[in-house]
């Protein structure tokens, strides 16, 4: 329709007209002039707003379920979150624990054989050039730490500090072949030399070729001059194998480390030595053996006379009428073969 002033006034007119059925409408009430009309128009145009709404509605439905969609995938990610973090909290827990119990067993050690100690975490491990067994541990000069110093930790010897800066320390291994440090047995006091093998048991060379030796006596460290590298006293293995004694001025035996060099995490630098040796104090009791359970059977009696006795007290006597009736005997008398009929 083009601008002009006659549509314009068309326009007026038709607003001028809608708001007077407005008007009558909202006056009239439910007795509306205008009503029949707008059921008409109900009528009429009803089915196309039902065909509209039906093509409209899954496109709504569909816009709807996204972002519901879209709600239900944060609520999931913030409980997969939430779960996350529950299980790092987990974990941390349990590192903190494992650490705890580790720490306590140190310090128990410690105590066993008066050893002053600086705590280390183990930060890094060394590297694999050389096959050299090493860990850096995170203390160094600042916190006393100087080399040629005893490492340890809740079982037993870890190593010796080999290098120390600022703030971190190197450690050599006790299972480094580069490794030595002398040893004693448990109460015989034979001594040797024992030397690391990578992940095999560690070598020892006893200095005496005819010492008795056997599975399962254990070792500690004898300890060094001025008790650098090594102090007396800490535990270093058992043992697993004995070569025979080929009449050699020394033995060789195999002994398992008490230290796992593998899962190190929480270790002491003996910082001061203590005023004695301790001896064998520092090594771990020996479990005690399990009781010997002795089972006695006794046999049962293979003749008659306990089931004809069954259920009858012995020595008490039976009323006459509940006499048990005797079988009859049969009896031959003896014919004498000399007399005749």
Do not use: C
């Not at 809608?18 to 439910?30: K, S, Y």
């Not at 006459?320 to 004498?336: F, L, N, R, S, Y």
Request: overall charge neutral.
């Amino acid at each position: 329709m083009r601008d002009t002033r006659e549509s314009r006034l068309l326009l007026v007119l038709l607003i001028a007209i809608a708001f007077a059925l407005i008007t009558v409408d909202i006056r009239g009430g439910q007795e509306s002039p205008v009503d029949g009309a707008r059921q008409a128009a109900a009528a009429a145009f009803g089915p196309v707003e039902n065909g509209v709404a039906s093509a409209v509605d899954p496109i709504g439905n569909a816009i709807g379920a996204v972002r519901d969609s879209g709600e239900r995938h944060n609520r999931i990610a913030a409980l997969e979150q939430e779960n996350a973090a529950l299980k790092a909290k987990l974990g941390s827990d349990d590192r903190n624990r494992n650490r705890l119990r580790e720490l306590d067993a140190m310090l128990k050690t410690a105590g066993a054989g008066q050893y002053g100690i600086k705590g280390a975490e183990v930060i890094a491990i060394g590297a694999a050039q050389g096959f050299s067994w090493t860990v850096t541990i995170d203390v160094g000069a600042r916190d006393g730490i100087r080399r040629d110093m005893t490492v340890l930790n809740g079982s037993g010897l870890v190593g010796r500090v080999t290098t120390v800066g600022p703030s971190t320390s190197t450690v050599l291994l006790a299972n480094d072949p580069d490794f030595t440090v002398g040893t004693r047995m448990e109460k015989s006091d034979e001594l040797g030399f024992a030397t690391g093998q990578g992940d095999r048991p560690l070598l020892v060379q006893l200095l005496n070729g005819k010492a008795k030796v056997k599975a399962g006596d254990r070792l500690v460290t004898f300890g060094s001059q001025a008790d650098k590298p090594f102090v007396p006293g800490v535990p270093v293995g058992e043992v697993v194998r004995v070569d025979p004694s080929g009449g050699g001025l020394t033995r060789n035996i195999y002994v398992r480390p008490y230290v796992g060099f593998t899962k190190l995490d929480i270790v002491g630098v003996v910082v001061q030595a203590p005023r004695t040796d301790p001896r064998d104090m520092v090594l771990p009791q020996k479990p005690k053996p399990a009781p010997t359970v002795t089972v006695t059977v006794t046999p049962t009696p293979t003749d008659g006379t306990q089931d004809r006795n069954a259920g009858q007290q012995p020595n008490q006597a039976l009323p006459p009428g509940d006499q048990p009736a005797q079988k009859p005997e049969e009896t031959q008398q003896p014919q004498d073969q000399g007399e005749t009929p």
